[in-house]
């Protein structure tokens, strides 16, 4: 019963706030920067996919590159070694997850030498 009476008091005011959103206008300080940032974005050049791949090319590849590399070493130290290092190796599992913890302590300013 508390639902139905939820619509009833929620559908008319939902409606009055629409009709009060929708007779409003906007500040001019709006307009102004809404007209501004228009005439940008018709004004910045247009780029199909394949200009952009043949132009970018380069930089493309080495950010392909480094999102592997990361991902997978990520992946990997995160998901499988803990596995690997208690099923096979037969560590226990809190030293398989300190390990893991401390090669990605490594792992994080390797990173950021790696992306500057």
């Known amino acids: 019963m508390g639902l139905a009476y939820s619509v009833f008091l929620a559908a008319p005011l939902g409606l009055f706030g629409l009709y009060i959103r929708l007779k409003l206008e906007e500040t001019p300080a709006f307009k102004e920067h809404m007209d501004k940032r228009e005439e940008l ?3 910045k050049p247009q780029f199909t996919l394949l200009q952009m791949l043949r132009v970018q090319s380069k930089p493309l590849l080495k ?4 999102v592997l590399l990361f991902n997978v070493s990520n992946y990997m130290l995160t998901a499988y070694m803990p596995s690997y290092l208690t099923g096979v190796l037969g560590m226990s599992e809190l030293s398989g997850l300190m390990l893991v913890m401390v090669i990605m302590f490594i792992m994080m300013p390797l990173t950021l030498m790696w992306g500057i």
Do not use: D, T, V
Not at 63 to 66: A, Q, R, T, Y
């Open 63 to 66: 950010c392909i590159g480094l």
């Open 41 to 43: 974005e018709h004004n």
